[in-house]
């Protein structure tokens, strides 16, 4: 035996062991410091390990994120590219959408929208994704949104965290900022992003240009030691709600991991000073609750949080504010409103609308800031409000006076003095809120094409009420005003046509076109044209009702068939019909029986829910491949349009 050999390759074992364990350490401490929000200290950590030459799925994950939390997007991008490169399989999907969002950053969007496509394969459901998939025209709605503001900027920034203005009632405004803290004996550091914490100004508003004075601390027992950020005030200027770290009478709480996370307060006004300041009731030891802002008749607070019903990293909702001040019950503003990423700083106009930032809808990158109107439903789908306020990093924070079209928001994009700036407005032009706009349809013969003018139009909801009705122009076009994210029936009648029906789904584009193609026939049943045995797809001309194989979904194709099947039944009352579904010859005889039964039962639920026909005037059931229009049987090798032929549902008059 080599003895020296052996004892040198033994003293490198060792070694490499030593090292092992050391960057294993190491690693551990930046763990600790990551899941207690310390972004800096860990990031310092894994960075030094990454260029040691350590590489994983776990390392690039936290590297990433310890960029993409402190909104440096730039960074991140390039962690979540070696992450997606080298372990795609192995990720959440999550950091898909992490990936895309810092992709935007750098502007780099084709790819952003590639690595988007591959986000909504792998989640399916996912609201972002649906989003994503709804608005792929989204850089050409910005473009049209674009150049409705005009930005300037404001000499109040300083070199550390400015955000957050609100106004209160006696031409100032207030916002958030951690400048207090650039005396080190002042405050101590922050350790997510290693700023100082954030206290409250107050800045005075002059002339129309929206010139502000020198920055002065909010007076009263407001500002703390740690951070208070994100005021509203009520109109009388007499009451404040603001964020703050969990600090309530002079002790720091935290949840059961040991993370200070964030409430609400409320104080009033007492002379020039803040006093009174109290808990709401609806925050926690275990969620944050942040951000808050009052609608105009200080009825109802909005505000964010994680509260365990939210949907993403931070939901917004709305509490009742009562008479007697206390506090109704925090709901949920929904899926039109909320998304499984971020939806923060809400800010309610005079006119009630609804102003908030967000990256779970469609942007230019980190967080864009949205606009939704009021509607029947509460607010209506979300419209970014373009360039130049929104930028391919973080803008948020919006507010904006009405009367005067000025307003403030903060954003951390390159050209300001410290890490988020705050930027004055000028509203120039009125955005575009209105989805699509409008549907723009023609009316033509189904077989020869040829445009129908004088044909009756009616725009129906879902549950077939009547919103609209019109008729075609001599070019055989019509057009109606839409909404966002709504499914629609368009109905069309002529003499000598059959009334046909076509579904439309809005999504959030600016405009629509539609077809509408009649068919020769009646528009009702006369007594004496039919008799019970007739097969009422015929008598309409309808296409067959195919399915796909091995399938019972009602096809897109198949629903303008029902569509017409429901008019008709509709125009008489009396008429009963027998739905009979078959099948073609594969698969097993009992399966196929079950198939058809399946088919029959897909078809009478949707003329019943769809149509909102009485169930007792609909009887089917499936007949398997008991009754084939062909020799496709069980032995046959008949081709896939000939097997088609069979997987159809007729329609049997009986009364």
């Known amino acids: 035996m080599n003895l020296k050999k052996y004892f040198v390759n033994i003293s490198l074992s060792i070694l490499i062991c030593q090292v092992a364990f050391a960057q294993e350490k190491r690693l551990e401490k930046a763990d600790e410091n990551f899941d207690r929000y310390a972004f800096v200290d860990a990031r310092e950590i894994y960075l030094d390990v990454a260029k040691g030459g350590y590489a994983s799925a776990d390392l690039y994950k936290k590297l990433g994120d310890s960029y993409y939390f402190n909104a440096e997007l730039e960074e991140s991008a390039k962690w979540y590219e070696e992450l997606v490169g080298n372990y795609e399989t192995e990720i959440d999907p999550e950091y898909l959408f992490r990936y895309s969002q810092s992709l935007k950053s750098v502007k780099r969007y084709k790819e952003a929208d590639q690595v988007m496509e591959k986000f909504n394969t792998l989640t399916g459901n996912d ?94 027992k407001i500002n703390t030691k740690f951070h208070e950020s994100s005021s509203t005030f009520s109109k009388d200027g007499q009451t404040v709600y603001f964020t703050r770290n969990n600090f309530t009478k002079k002790k720091l709480g935290s949840d059961t991991n040991g993370t200070i996370l964030l409430k609400l307060y409320r104080a009033t006004l007492d002379g020039e000073k803040w006093t009174n300041i109290e808990e709401l009731p609806f925050n926690s030891e275990e969620y944050s609750v942040a951000h808050p802002a009052l609608s105009a008749d200080g009825t109802k607070l909005y505000f964010a949080s994680d509260m365990p019903d939210s949907r993403g990293l931070s939901d917004l909702y709305v509490v009742d504010v009562n008479d007697d ?73 919006f507010v904006l006076n009405e009367d005067t079209k000025i307003g403030f928001f903060a954003s951390n994009r390159s050209g300001g003095k410290g890490n988020d700036d705050i930027y004055s407005f000028k509203q120039t032009d009125d955005l575009i809120t209105t989805c699509g706009q409008y549907v723009e349809g023609t009316v033509t013969d189904a077989y020869t094409r040829e445009m129908l003018p004088g044909t009756e139009v009616v725009l129906l909801d879902s549950n077939n009420q009547e919103l609209g009705r019109t008729t075609t122009d001599t070019k055989g076009k019509y057009k109606f005003p839409v909404s966002c994210e709504t499914t629609y029936i368009v109905r069309g009648s002529k003499e000598n046509y059959s009334p046909t029906e076509a579904p439309l789904q809005t999504n959030t584009a600016l405009e629509y076109t539609h077809q509408l193609p009649l068919q020769l026939g009646t528009g009702g049943l006369q007594s004496g044209e039919v008799k019970p045995g007739d097969d009422l797809a015929k008598v309409l001309n309808l296409q067959i009702i195919y399915f796909d194989l091995d399938k019972s979904f009602i096809r897109s194709d198949a629903e303008i068939e029902l569509q017409k099947i429901i008019a008709t039944l509709k125009q008489n009352p009396g008429l009963k019909i027998d739905i009979r579904s078959h099948t073609d010859s594969r698969a097993p005889d009992d399966y196929n029986m079950y198939l058809s039964e399946r088919r029959a039962q897909s078809t009478i639920k949707y003329i019943v829910e769809k149509g909102g026909i009485d169930r007792s005037r609909l009887s089917g059931r499936g007949y398997g491949e008991t009754a084939l229009v062909n020799n496709c049987t069980n032995d046959a090798n008949c081709s896939e349009e000939e097997y088609q032929l069979n997987r159809r549902s007729e329609f049997i008059i009986i009364k």
């Open 127 to 220: 609201q972002r994704a649906e989003y994503f998939v709804s608005t792929r025209d989204y850089l050409r709605f910005i473009e049209m949104q674009s150049g409705r503001y005009t930005l300037r900027r404001l000499y109040i920034n300083s070199r550390f965290s400015d955000y957050a203005p609100s106004f209160n009632n006696q031409g100032q405004m207030i916002f958030a900022s951690s400048r207090g803290g650039g005396n080190s004996m002042i405050k101590t550091l922050h350790e997510w992003n290693e700023m100082p914490f954030l206290d409250l100004y107050t800045s005075d508003i002059i002339g129309k240009r929206n010139a502000l004075t020198e920055p002065k601390k909010l007076k009263g």
């Open 325 to 397: 001040g206390t506090f109704g019950y925090p709901k949920n503003l929904g899926d039109r409103i909320n998304t499984e990423g971020r939806e923060t700083f809400p800010y309610v106009s005079d006119s009630g609308r609804l102003y908030f930032a967000s990256d779970g809808h469609v942007g230019l990158g980190g967080l864009d800031i949205f606009v939704a109107v009021p509607d029947f439903m509460g607010f209506s789908q979300p419209f970014n409000v373009g360039k130049p306020v929104n930028s391919s990093e973080d803008d948020f924070s």
